[in-house]
C-alpha cells in the first residue's frame, strides 16, 4: 500500500496491530465515487494504535464541529493528524529551528484534514477474523463484511441519530453504486438477519433509511432471530398504517415542504413527515 493517505495501516502493522479501513474509504474501493475525509481504521485496541502512531509523529485533534463524531455520539474513538511534509515544515518552521525539541515539536503544523481516526473493533462488531482478513488484503474489508458489518451497526445505532444517518449512507452508496449487491451470490454471503433488509432495499418500494424504516428493519431482524419470518421479495403489504415506508408517500408528503438534501436531511425530514400523516389521519 503506497498511497502515503494509509501509512497508519503501514505503521501499525510494524507493530503487529491489524487495522481495516472503514466508512468512505472502504466503501470507494467498490467503486462509489463518493470524497475522502478523515481515514478511519478498526483496530483492536484504540489507546494502543494511538500510542504507537503518536511515537510517528501524528498528534491528537478534536474532530470538526459538523462532525458525526462529537456529542452526543456514543462511539469511542481517538483522532490525530499526521504532522506536516517535510517541505511543509521547513517552510512553516525554518531551518534555524531545532526539530528534536518538544517546543519545534509541538509547533509543526498539523493537517486539519487528514485525521485519522481510530475506532475499537469490538464497538464495531468486528472479529478478529475479519480484522486479520482485512489487514492481508490491504487493509480493506471484503464487500460482504462491509455490508454486514454497516447493517449491524445502523440496525444498533440510535435511530434518528446522525451516526444512523452516516452508516446509512454508507449503505444507500453501495446499493446504489455497487453492482456486485445485486447478485444472487451476493445475498448467499449475507448474515441470516440481513437477509431481508437486502431484499427491501433491492425492491425499490421502500423508502430506506428514514425512521420508520429504520423501526421496520428492527423488528424484521428481531422476527428473524425468533425463527418467526419468512423472507420475501418485499417484507411490507402496503396498508394506511404503514405508508410512511414507501417511497411514493414519502415523496407527495415531502412536496409540501422545501426540498431536503437526500440523504444529508432525511431523518430530520422522516421526523416531520411522521407528524404529517398523523394529521392526515385525523
Known sequence: MENPRYAPCKILLRESIPTLIWFEDAVRRYGVPTMTFDLYLIVPDIQHAADVLHRSGWRPKPPSRYSFLVPPCPIQYSR??????????????????????????TSVPLFEHNGTVL???????????????????????????????????WLDAPVGSQLALRLGLMLG???????????????????????????DCLSGQLFMWTLPFARHERQIREN???????FRECSVTRTKENKLLFTDTFDEL?????????????AKA????DDDSEEDDD
Not at 415531502?254 to 432525511?266: E, G, H, I, L, N
Not at 422522516?270 to 413527515?273: A, F, P, Q, R
Request: net charge negative; charged share 30%; hydrophobic share 25%.
Open 270 to 273: 422522516s421526523m416531520e413527515l
Open 224 to 230: 428473524i432471530r425468533q425463527g418467526r419470518h419468512e
Open 119 to 153: 475506532l475499537s473493533a469490538t464497538e464495531w462488531k468486528i472479529s478478529t477474523e475479519e480484522l486479520h482478513e482485512a489487514s492481508n488484503n490491504y487493509h480493506f474489508p471484503p464487500l460482504s463484511t462491509l455490508v454486514n458489518r454497516l447493517v449491524t451497526n
Open 254 to 266: 415531502a412536496k409540501r415542504r422545501c426540498p431536503y438534501d437526500y440523504p444529508s436531511d432525511v
Open 173 to 199: 452508496y453501495l446499493y446504489e453504486y455497487t453492482s456486485e449487491v445485486k447478485t444472487e451470490e451476493f445475498k448467499q454471503c449475507l448474515e441470516l438477519e440481513h437477509r431481508q433488509f437486502h431484499l
Open 80 to 105: 490525530l493528524v499526521r504532522p506536516a511534509p517535510e517541505d511543509e515544515r521547513n517552510r512553516n518552521q525554518g531551518d534555524a529551528c531545532d526539530s528534536s525539541s518538544l517546543e519545534a515539536e
